[in-house]
Nanobody, 126 residues
Framework: QVQLVESGGGLVQAGGSLSLSCAAS????????MAWFRRAPRKEREFVAA????????YYADSVKGRFAISRDNAKNTVYLQMNSLKPEDTAVYYC???????????????????WGQGTQVTVTS
């Protein structure tokens, strides 16, 4: 079982930056692919970024590519999402997620993720 707790959300003006963190429980954090998803009001949840477990390959949604960066610190059991050049359309609740830890599903597949945090609100004003 993995427990995830996000932090770092808030209110920012368009063009600004925010950094999200997700702290995970457990001693085998390095085994898990990690991802960030978001859900905007009246929209479906969407994939934002992912980072694999071993090689730390990164993957991004086209809408955030070049603006967001995902990283992880296995010693701290934490995954990060650095968000730059924020736009009003980035406004959403951001969720951290972890996969099964066995590498059975590609990190870019939403159904790979079985553990979820409670979410943190990001609001970007124009």
């Amino acid at each position: 079982q993995v427990q995830l707790v996000e932090s770092g959300g808030g209110l920012v003006q368009a063009g600004g930056s925010l950094s999200l963190s997700c702290a995970a429980s457990g001693r085998t954090f390095s085994r898990y692919a990690m991802a960030w998803f978001r859900r905007a009001p009246r929209k479906e949840r969407e994939f934002v970024a992912a980072i694999s477990s071993v090689l730390e390959d990164t993957y991004y949604a086209d809408s955030v590519k070049g603006r967001f960066a995902i990283s992880r610190d296995n010693a701290k059991n934490t995954v990060y999402l650095q968000m730059n050049s924020l736009k009003p359309e980035d406004t959403a609740v951001y969720y951290c997620a972890a996969d099964r830890g066995d590498g059975s599903v590609s990190p870019v597949m939403s159904y790979a993720y079985v553990y979820w945090g409670q979410g943190t609100q990001v609001t970007v004003t124009s």
